[in-house]
């Protein structure tokens, strides 16, 4: 369940658990003498379910696995489950978090127009935070004492699924297999054929490394590494390429009640379903593909092909609404408050107090974020075409020069222009020594 899974072409030696008398690194993390029964977050694909059979052999613990589901397409989850059990899981439990992913944290994000980067919508920092809150949740229930996951020593996800652990649950440990094993591709596969264990196709061979749920899917592997390669068209399994993409336009307009997204085309819609509807509307338009370099927090830079459908659409029309519904200080501030909210996001910092101080002033700013944005999709762009909110800070009167009303004079113009610009003319002069 990681967005960061190695290199599939690399081979390394295969390492086994750190020996119990090294120095630990950090105290939540837990040494073999210490594990009894294990929660993992299971995906159901090679790394975890080679680390299944692994944790119980190494460790000679107990394991319970942990499914959610926040959207991802395609997975048949009694087979997921069915696969859990198979290889010896004392159960697994599949919860469908869907509602909570797309009310407690994807609208969160809408509201902080959450991007970060200048490209990459947080899917899957903000899945995170979620999936360890829950691991944690269900690690008490059922007796466990560690939590396993799947992340690399490379990426993002470990901050964000530990730094959670150790924030709710103290008490519990927690171990990463492929981050200490090291083991490569062939290696997994190899240990899978020796003990059994399901390999998809045969090989499970994809050149990509992937991850995706509702607001959307990032590809890292293969070519994606070389910043010379042009992306090649097999990468993008879930938008249309936009060369492809239909020769018509389509309208679409989004509704928005308190800056929540609440309709499509005037049809009000839960926020899945509306979230799903708009991803549907945005891949066969070609909407949402971002070719991304990324500073990860632990230093490295990145590259990573995301699709991200619905939110190239939400997004957008989130932004322009509140810009309607602004004044020209609030539009110029708040950017500052939804950047830094974002990269508390990304940097796995979900549970910092900051974080819902922020969310106080972009709450308070989206109670008048109310209305509905025309958008027209194209070939892959996305340009907004109509505005309407009942709470517009603008005026089509003095927007058109007609008669204002009484809330503007144009003859008032010349003595603001005199009183605005006489510092900066003043200073001018005396820099130019005239």
Not at 16 to 22: F, G, M
Not at 54 to 70: R, S
Not at 330 to 344: E, I, R, S
């Amino acid at each position: 369940m990681s967005d960061e899974p190695r290199d599939p072409s690399s081979h390394t030696e295969v390492h086994r658990v750190a020996d119990p008398d090294a120095t630990r690194v950090a105290g939540y993390l837990a040494q073999p003498g210490e594990v009894g029964r294990v929660l993992l977050l299971y995906s159901g694909g090679l790394d975890t379910s080679v680390m299944l059979k692994w944790i119980q052999d190494e460790y000679e613990a107990e394991v319970v696995a942990l499914t959610v589901n926040l959207g991802q397409p395609g997975e048949d989850y009694d087979v997921v489950r069915g696969k859990a059990l198979q290889l010896g899981a004392l159960d697994c439990h599949v919860v469908d978090a869907r509602e909570e992913f797309a009310r407690e944290y994807v609208i969160p994000a809408i509201k902080a127009n959450a991007d970060y980067g200048d490209g990459y919508p947080l899917f899957t920092a903000l899945g995170r935070p979620l999936i360890a809150k829950l691991a944690v949740e269900y690690a008490r229930r059922t007796g466990c004492d560690t939590i396993a996951h799947g992340c690399t020593g490379k990426g993002n996800d470990q901050v964000r699924i530990e730094g959670t652990v150790a924030t709710l649950a103290p008490e519990l440990k927690v171990i990463a297999p492929v981050r200490s094993w090291a083991m490569g591709r062939d290696e997994e596969i190899a240990y899978a054929r020796k003990h059994g264990i399901p390999v998809k196709g045969g090989t499970e061979s994809a050149p990509y490394s992937i991850d995706d749920n509702l607001w959307g899917r990032s590809s890292e592997g293969k070519w994606i590494e070389d910043l010379g390669h042009a992306p090649d068209d097999d990468v993008f399994q879930l938008v249309t390429r936009p060369e492809l993409a239909p020769d018509e336009a389509q309208a679409v307009a989004v509704t928005f009640e308190a800056g929540v997204p609440v309709a499509l085309d005037g049809e009000r819609l839960g926020p899945v379903e509306l979230i799903e509807r708009a991803a549907e509307i945005g891949v066969r338009h070609g909407i949402g593909i971002v070719d991304h370099i990324e500073d990860r927090i632990v230093g490295l830079k990145v590259r990573d092909i995301y699709e991200v459908p619905a939110a190239a659409i939400l997004l957008k029309a989130h932004r322009e609404l509140e810009r309607l519904t602004g004044t020209i200080h609030q539009n110029q501030f708040k950017p500052g408050v939804d950047q830094k909210w974002a990269y508390l996001v990304y940097a796995g910092l979900w549970w910092e107090p900051l974080r819902t101080d922020l969310e106080a002033y972009i709450d308070r700013v989206n109670q008048r974020v109310t209305g509905t944005i025309g958008l027209r999709l194209y070939k892959g762009s996305v340009r907004v075409v109509t505005r309407e909110s009942p709470n517009a800070v603008y005026d089509a009167q003095l927007a058109t020069f007609a008669d204002s009303g009484g809330l503007f004079s144009q003859s008032a113009s010349p003595g603001f222009i005199e009183l605005w610009t006489l510092q900066s003319r003043m200073a001018h002069r005396l820099r130019e020594g005239s």
